[in-house]
T-cell receptor
């Protein structure tokens, strides 16, 4: 059981490029969550997805950010036209349908925009 | 909305000391998570508890539901325990159901 897999671990993008972050949930988990952690700040919720559905995206910036969790393959967090302020650690977590049973976090993707 | 407060924000201690990190929350919850994050590292879930006490190695987590308070203790602390410890209260509902504390930065000096 490989746990939650995120890739890449580190990603460097120039301003204006696109960043694609991937998250494969733990086996048996059907719920995926994305969080952003800015330097010296706590984790902030971005979006909650189930397969082919966005359940709650209240934490997502209105522009340039999108997320999906297709029927097959990993969940993708996509940031278009990145800016310096997007530099952060992005964490993914997954849970079983009974969310109170616990969350498993990935190792994160550290995005640096230069 | 649940407010989750952690204390202390920063803690430096000597190797071998007994460490306590506190977490209080404002709204009733169904579970509380303790997470560990090493510098530049991923997030590891240490405990999930909804009542009483759990122990894993040198780590002990307790929760008092009536007082809306949880503590994480580290016995015989070691420099490798240096990390950020985060509590997260799960109250269900929409979004992810979690409210995170800001974290406690722990440094254990040899």
């Amino acid at each position: 059981n490989a746990g939650v897999m995120q890739n890449p671990r580190h990603l460097v993008r120039r301003r204006g490029q696109e960043a694609r972050l991937r998250c494969s949930p733990m086996k048996g988990h059907s719920h995926v969550y994305w969080y952003r952690q800015l330097p010296e700040e706590g984790l902030k919720f971005m979006v909650y997805l189930q397969k082919e559905n966005i359940i709650d995206e209240s934490g997502m910036p209105k522009e340039r950010f999108s997320a999906e969790f297709p029927k097959e393959g990993p969940s993708i967090l996509r940031i278009q036209q990145v800016v310096r302020g997007d530099s952060a650690a992005y964490f993914c977590a997954s849970s079983p349908p009974a969310r109170a049973d616990g969350y498993t976090f990935g190792s994160g993707t550290r995005l640096t925009v230069v | 909305k649940n407010e989750v407060e952690q204390s202390p924000q920063n803690l430096t201690a000597q190797e071998g000391e007994f460490i306590t990190i506190n977490c209080s929350y404002s709204v009733g919850i169904s579970a509380l998570h303790w997470l560990q994050q090493h510098p530049g590292g991923g997030i590891v879930s240490l405990f999930m508890l909804s009542s009483g006490k759990k122990k894993h190695g040198r780590l002990i987590a307790t929760i008092n539901i009536q007082e809306k308070h949880s503590s994480l203790h580290i016995t015989a602390s070691h420099p490798r325990d240096s990390a950020v410890y985060i509590c997260a209260a799960y109250s269900g509902g929409g979004a992810d159901g979690l409210t995170f504390g800001k974290g406690t930065h722990l440094i254990i000096q040899p």
